[in-house]
């Protein structure tokens, strides 16, 4: 009777544990350095840094607000060439999502401010979808993207542009970047984007949800980045792929960094751990993740 006495008391012990430690970590910032091989890449942009974060999801109960501006000032401090935040900047906003909208724009404000070249893509909780089968508020991300690009934020549906460099740079080194809408909004046309660029362009490619990659047809997404998962969020130690979303979500679940043998022939996804939470305000073996890719234009570059 003692020993299950003992085991119960010690098996309390270790999930208050890791719940006292799951509120501690989504404080800890993870840099991860990555390197992003783009054929063609002009000389110009060969080594430059490009840093993706996202999936803020400001508004959640004890949101991760503090954690973003640490990002946020550690990015000040780097000076990538560009930031690309990959979606969901604020989380079940309800009838009138002012407050979310003004938080995430004064969480923004010092990339632009800076004059760091700062991206961005919607995600599902931007249209206001807790699912995938619910109704995307199109009102609701129309004034968040509009919101944003008054802050400087340049945001991207489907479209292809030329990337804008902190940096100064020839004026002929074009690197395009790609951005695709939200996939449970319906609104993912990577078709449309592709068409707005010369064929064997360079390009990099941002999404929030990550079977938005699939879609894309072979070649044509070199190094492409998403979110949407947090990584898992909850998940075993050494064991990325067993965390709760492998139990939970509908979708099939791409948790964290490259995803090998996903998407099309010749194209490589990494997915972001992103900074917030989604439905408990904890992350265990999960830390908030600032990805920073060094560009090169093959593997053995210098």
């Known amino acids: 009777m003692n020993k299950i006495k003992y085991f119960l008391l010690g098996l309390l012990g270790l999930i208050a544990g890791l719940v006292i430690y799951g509120l501690i970590e989504p404080y800890i910032i993870d840099i991860e350095p990555q390197v992003a091989i783009i054929p063609g890449l002009p000389a110009a942009w060969q080594g430059q840094r490009i840093a993706v974060i996202g999936d803020w999801q400001v508004g959640m109960w004890l949101a991760n607000t503090p954690t973003i501006r640490r990002i946020v000032t550690q990015l000040v401090k780097e000076r990538p060439s560009a930031v690309l935040i990959i979606g969901d900047f604020i989380y079940n906003a309800g009838e009138d999502p002012s407050a979310e909208i003004n938080q995430a724009i004064e969480l923004v404000r010092p990339l632009t401010a800076a004059g760091i070249p700062t991206y961005a893509v919607l995600g599902n909780h931007d249209y206001g979808m ?117 139990f939970v979500k509908q979708d099939e679940v791409h948790t964290d960094g490259w995803i090998d043998g996903y998407g099309q022939s010749g194209n490589h996804l990494y997915v972001n751990r992103g900074i917030g939470f989604s439905i408990l305000p904890i992350r265990i073996t999960c830390r908030p993740e600032i990805t920073l890719f060094t560009l090169r234009q093959n593997s053995k570059s210098t």
């Open 130 to 246: 807790k699912s995938k089968n619910g109704s995307p508020d199109i009102a609701q991300a129309t004034k968040l993207a509009e919101s944003l690009e008054t802050v400087g934020v340049q945001m991207l549906q489907n479209e292809a542009v030329p990337l804008a460099s902190s940096t100064k740079l020839d004026e002929q080194a074009v690197l395009y970047l790609i951005g695709i809408g939200s996939d449970w909004a319906d609104q993912d046309k990577p078709q449309v984007a592709l068409q707005q660029l010369p064929d064997a362009a360079p390009r990099f490619v941002m999404m929030h949800h990550p079977e938005s990659f699939v879609e894309f047809p072979s070649n044509t997404a070199p190094v492409a980045v998403a979110g949407h998962t947090h990584g898992g969020q909850i998940r075993l130690p050494f064991t990325p792929e067993w965390s709760w979303l492998t």
